[in-house]
Nanobody
Framework: QVQLVESGGGLVESGGSLRLSCTASGDIFRLHSMGWYRQDPGKQRELVASITGSRTTNYADSVKGRFTVSRDNAENTVYLQMNSLKHEDTSVYYC???????????????????WGQGTQVTVSS
């Protein structure tokens, strides 16, 4: 079993900052890319930022220069530092991890995507 647990969401004023964290735990053999997505009601989930195991990053144009994604491989944790927040950043943020599981008798699964439960970020205008 694999779990992704997110924390750090909340209510902040426009121009403020928040830091999201997401930790993966369970029978993890190897953690590959990790990232953050967000989704508004009635809309598709969209990429906010991602980071590979070698720390190559990718950002949505709307957050470049304001958000920073990082990871701690020893702790299986990915972070999203969000600065200069805008009202339009209000959304539910989801953590995603691409990983391989170690299951019975030393068997390693193919890469698969796992999602966190989501955390609400609200930016007041």
């Amino acid at each position: 079993q694999v779990q992704l647990v997110e924390s750090g969401g909340g209510l902040v004023e426009s121009g403020g900052s928040l830091r999201l964290s997401c930790t993966a735990s369970g029978d993890i053999f190897r953690l590959h890319s990790m990232g953050w997505y967000r989704q508004d009601p009635g809309k598709q989930r969209e990429l906010v930022a991602s980071i590979t195991g070698s720390r190559t990053t990718n950002y949505a144009d709307s957050v470049k220069g304001r958000f920073t994604v990082s990871r701690d491989n020893a702790e299986n944790t990915v972070y999203l530092q969000m600065n200069s927040l805008k009202h339009e950043d209000t959304s539910v943020y989801y953590c995603k991890a691409e990983l391989q599981q170690l299951i019975r008798d030393g068997v390693v699964t193919p890469r698969g995507d796992y999602w966190g439960q989501g955390t609400q970020v609200t930016v007041s205008s």
